[in-house]
C-alpha cells in the first residue's frame, strides 16, 4: 500500500466516521428522553450536528474542491436524519418491535434516508437515481441495520439510565460500525 492510499484511506474512514458521531449520539440519548418534544429537539441536534461536518468536510473525503450550496445541503441532510430519525423514535415508543423488525425498519429507513439524500443533495446534475446514489443507499440502508441490530441488543442488557450514561460511548461502537458498513459499501472504488 502506498502512502497515498494509506492517506485516502485514513481520510475516509476518518472524516465518515466524525459524520455519523453526532447523528448517534443525538438518536441514543433522544431515545432516553421526554418528553417526546424533548426527544425530538434532542435529536434533531444531533442530526444538524452531523450535517454541519457532513457540509464542511465532504469534499476533503472524497478529494473533491468544494460545491456551491453546500449550505443548502447542510439544512436539507439535516432534515432529512432528524424526519426519518423521528420515525424510528415513534416505532421505538410505540413498544411493539423486536430485533427482526429493528433490522429490516434499520435497512428501510437507513437506506430509504440514504436514497432521499442522494436525489436531495449536491450540484442539480448530481441529484438523480445513478450507481452512486444506490451505493450510497445501500450503505446507509446496512448501516441501519446494524445499529438498530446493536441497539436492540444493548437496550435489553442495559437500562435506560445505564444507555443514556454510556450514550458517548454507546455512540462510538456504533459509530464503528456504521462507518464501516458505509465505507465497504460506497467509497471501496476510491479506498
Not at 10 to 37: D, K
Not at 83 to 88: A, D, K, P, Q, R
Request: contains cysteine.
Amino acid at each position: 500500500m502506498t502512502a497515498e492510499n494509506r492517506s485516502r484511506q485514513i481520510r475516509v474512514w476518518g472524516i465518515e466516521g466524525a459524520q455519523n458521531y453526532f447523528f448517534l449520539l443525538g438518536l441514543i440519548t433522544a431515545l432516553h428522553v421526554s418528553p417526546l418534544l424533548l426527544a425530538i429537539i434532542v435529536l434533531a441536534c444531533g442530526c444538524f450536528g452531523s450535517a454541519l461536518i457532513i457540509g464542511a468536510t465532504d469534499h476533503i473525503k472524497t478529494g473533491q474542491p468544494p460545491t456551491p450550496g453546500r449550505w443548502r445541503d447542510v439544512v436539507v441532510n439535516g432534515a432529512i436524519f432528524t424526519g426519518f430519525g423521528i420515525l424510528y423514535l415513534l416505532y421505538n415508543a410505540s413498544g411493539v418491535g423486536n430485533l427482526w423488525i429493528n433490522i429490516a425498519l434499520g435497512f428501510l429507513l437507513g437506506g430509504g434516508g440514504g436514497l432521499l439524500q442522494g436525489l436531495s443533495v449536491g450540484q442539480a446534475e448530481q441529484r438523480r437515481i445513478s450507481t452512486s446514489t444506490l451505493l450510497h443507499a445501500a450503505g446507509i440502508g446496512l448501516a441501519g441495520a446494524c445499529v438498530m441490530a446493536l441497539l436492540w441488543v444493548l437496550s435489553g442488557m442495559l437500562s435506560t439510565s445505564g444507555l443514556l450514561i454510556l450514550a458517548p460511548v454507546i455512540a462510538l461502537i456504533l459509530d464503528v460500525l456504521m462507518t464501516a458498513c458505509i465505507v465497504l459499501v460506497e467509497y471501496r472504488a476510491i479506498l
